[in-house]
């Protein structure tokens, strides 16, 4: 069992920054990978952005240069958003894969880009 936290969502104008914070607990050592999710109002949940334990990553095409996914150990990852559009507007969540392929979610955390 893995649980996952997010934290750091809020308001935020067009153009500012914010940082998503995502603590694991539990069978920490046993994830392959992790990423952060969002979903908008009437639409479907996307990949945002991946990250292994090896340090690779990739990242959703809307999101290449604006946003920074990194992990500083096998408890936390993050997700450092700047230049935010509205569009950017969603809740965010936070997903571990285990080396079993068995996943899990955290609660997710609000964005929301807006003058």
């Known amino acids: 069992q893995v649980q996952l936290v997010e934290s750091g969502g809020g308001l935020v104008q067009p153009g500012g920054s914010l940082r998503l914070s995502c603590a694991a607990s539990g069978n920490i050592f046993s994830i392959s990978t992790m990423g952060w999710y969002r979903q908008a109002p009437g639409k479907e949940r996307e990949l945002v952005a991946a990250?292994?334990?090896?340090?690779?990553t990739n990242y959703a095409d809307s999101v290449k240069g604006r946003f920074t996914i990194s992990r500083d150990n096998a408890k936390t990852m993050y997700l450092q958003m700047n230049s935010l559009k509205p569009e950017d507007t969603a809740v965010y969540y936070c997903r571990a894969i285990l080396i079993t392929a068995q996943d899990y979610w955290g609660q997710g955390t609000q964005v929301t880009v807006s003058s």
């Open positions: 990250i292994t334990s090896g340090s690779s």
